[in-house]
């Protein structure tokens, strides 16, 4: 392959390092410092894409992060392909393939462009008003909508990269490392501030590097001269960090700044190799200096999107920078000053430019001089009304524009080329400014929007400020940097500027065409194919607002964000309906500026390290004796341990039985534990529970209900008073922080007087809980010495024992109706414990059981868990709980909202027991319960909250909530299900042991 | 992402600190003897104000004091924090 494109020698690209890569299949060579971009130009290749609503043919258009249509899928038979990548930022490296997108087979011959000539089909706004009859159909429609929507492929399998994250903190961080970000950071530097300088490209200098203007000069030279002796100033600066191939995605509050480091995607692949991919900067800066720049803006004209038509200002960095050649034939279309330069520097390399058509009725300033002398023909006061060319521009016309600019006149000229430069003027880089909260202002005669104002924290410099000509640049940015950081002097405050000013200014957001607008294709957003004609139609069906109009026409919506067409669509809302730009506003700029890969944004917490989890001290036995775990919050905690072939029922089934007919043991160590002090400790705890506290002996358990103010069961747990002054409390394993959260909450802000300090000590204990008919003989064996009389340790009471010198804590306590003990052991001695109680109860077959059983065993008791049985909608009467509700206390926490109007109702849902007609049929949790089977609509009384095979009872149970359900005892109800119906009746919450009689068995 | 002053701690990033929502609102010292308004009034209505607001915030993954700050929810800068207790700045 030829790269007879190139024209002499840039110092930006290295020729002696010839680089091969694929696009679309076929091998095509570059130079290191090519982008995709510029070496596909190179190769004379301009089709890179189809459009994603008519497909049709689209070509590169601008040289950095704003393109709209040359994006690319890279490595697009790899597990590292990535989708809708820029061709205009892809460093090229040795090995790198890229293929287009949003088109079949192939980009030259695409099945999907027979909807460029749909198009009166696919109007703004055409989902939602094709896809909405008959509804019936949606289910079609969907398959066709997601086989149409999007543009690339995402990645089927793991991300193999490693992505990083970094904090910093710096004095003062610059966005943008163009002429004003760099003096701005080498003399932030240089005054002590701690100075990151950031930038999105590869090379520093912004767009001034390489600038080739005679008429723009610093001290004489020019300016891209000048500027290359700064850069080279910059590593010898101390306090100064410099980052390339680095774009600022996020601009939060207080300066907080999120950054993407690119650190691999230009080497050579094997190079890459178990290197960090992709770094994400949490900067956190005391000032930051915006100086991101303008976007050169597009005009709006008749089939403005055909490739070989691109923005003037890349023609001149890809022919001065890259070394390219975008056109031989090239036209500039233009509504000021820029084109010129472009069209200049294009001559002076010796490639033809055969003309430049100028809105504007005429200029005078230097550069126009100087391309009549070299006898460019400049056509005033004339617009473009037509493109030719299908895969390529080839020619277009043009006609006189009105006075007005409204309409055309006077005959056609048709003029071919194979290059159209368009020069819309510039739009200030705003986007990082205004999602830090910075409002805007419209400059009407300049038609921008720039930032209404500094402060002392963030200021914008440079063209993102407004300011474009050198000598305001300059002059600007050291008045503003002197101001901020409150300096005396800089290292530029004598430096001799001279440059040209543009005087004549006519700006024409859509431009007429002799054809009517509804034969015309003025595109406004290239990557959505939303035109001027979309626009004026959404607003024809009655949209005003902008944010509206944007959502209805998708004008930038794409992955490119309107950067460089949403102005126009703009100021054609605003001429059409007639309103001044200022009030109209603009739509809201978010984060990300460029997409962000989620490589990136995870960094490391992928995989295990995703969340952290915790485990109880007890966790290696239950992976030696083959425990299934399930997640409980961030807890891992024992589900059932299946032995040889058993299913997860089978296990349960057995391990249910053991607890209740020998001695089963649990792992409840992940219970929320609050250890609690203070001489108010007991009136404190009045307060948070439903039930009295005060007469609660030393060395007794109670069970506690605590509700929110609005009156709803919060948590529940036993709480047991270790002293005259000292309770421990227990959670819910979910509930633990939150309870110590709300605990501090009251403590801290409506009753600081009272004296009583809450602490965490979940993690301080393990707790072995002991259950069935033999544990208190498996608990003789392990503490002899204790006496386990009735008389000496009944149910709800506590004793302080050693065991084997460990101090531990035992309650008598049960959540399964057993006879039951929980031992707690100092964590660290967890296992040892554990394994003691074991090795205790061999000879009474002791059965580990996991959290399914422990559920099984309580709903066969009746015994509610917070957060199945309730849903922060059922109040302890709901839950047939009066009995803990106490009619003595004067307060506690949710009292007064038990006797609202709406609490006291009796038709509200209600917790009751279901039995199944059929006792071995069981019931779905989450199933609806009705009453009716034959009327339409029916009303849901209620659904299943807890649903077990009893193996004890040897039948179904269900736990439900139902609407009234206390006063419906023995009702027939029904739980309607996709092929049956099942009955039910309503029972009593306690399907076992009603008389509690095993609690001291 | 908010650079938040504990009054105990410092500066400390906003990741640290939990949201209370509207300050000042006094749990009533004798809830029995409102009427259902009167309690409603205590437990669902906020302000949601637009502009200079009081709100809680806990150091949550800090010192685990709650204090009141007055943020401009309009722009969310920070104007004044304050230990709970304190009266709100007039300003």
Redesign the interface.
Known sequence: MTQNLRVKSSEFIDETNRISFKFDGKTYYGFKGDTLASALIANNIHLVGRSFKYHRPRGIMTSGSEEPNAIVQVNPSSNITEPNARATEIEIYEGLEASSQNCWPSVNFDIGGINNFLAPLFPSGFYYKTFMWPKSFWEKYEFFIRHSAGLGKSPATKDPDIYDHRNIHCDVLVVGAGISGILAAKNAAKNNFKTLLLDEKNELGGSTIFEANEDNKINNNLASEWLKKEINELKNIKNLEVKTRTSVAAY?????LLARENLTDHLDKKDKKNKIRQRLLKI?AKKVILATGALERPLIFNNNDRPGIMLSSAIKKYSNFYGVVCGTKNIFFTNNDSAYESALSLYNKGIKVEAIIDIRENSDTKIIKKINDVGIKIYWSHTIVDTRGYKRISSISIMRLSNDGTSVTGSKISISCDCLGIAGGWTPAVHLYTQS?GKLTFDDERKIFIPKADTKEQISVGSCGGDFELDEIIRNLNYKLKNFLNINKTDFDSIALENDHETSKRNIWLLPSDQSIGKTKPFVDYQNDATAKDIKLALREGFRSIEHVKRYTTTGMGTDQGKLGNMHALGIIADTAGVKMGELGTTTFRPPYTPLTFGTIVGRNVGEFFDTFRRTPMNDWHIKNKAEFENVGQWKRSWYYPKEDETMHQAVQRESKAARQSAGILDASTLGKIDIQGSDASEFLNRVYTNAWSKLAIGKCRYGLMLN??GMVYDDGVTTRLGENHYIMTTTTGGAANVL?KL??YL???W?ELDVYLTSVTDHFATASLCGPNSKKILNKIIPDLDLSDDNFPHMSFKEVLIDKIKCRIMRISFTGELSYEINAPASYGEAIWQKCIEAGKEFNITPYGTETMHLLRAEKGFIIVGQDTDGTMTPIDLQMDWIVSKKK??FIG???L???DTMKEDRKQLVGLLTEDPNIVLEEGAQIVSELNQKPVEMLGHVTSSYFSPNLNKSIALAVVKGGKSMMGRKLFVPMENKNISVSVANTVFYDEKNERLNA | MFLINCPYCGERDQQEFKAGGEAHIERPKQPTELSDDEWAEYLFMRKNIKGVQFERWNHAHGCRKWFNMARDTSNDEIKAIYKIGEKPPTQ
Do not use: I, V
């Open positions: 939060h509050q207080y300066n907080y956190r909260g103010e609005d959260g501090e909450d801290q802000t409506e600081p004067y307060d009292k007064r909202s006797y609202r109007s």
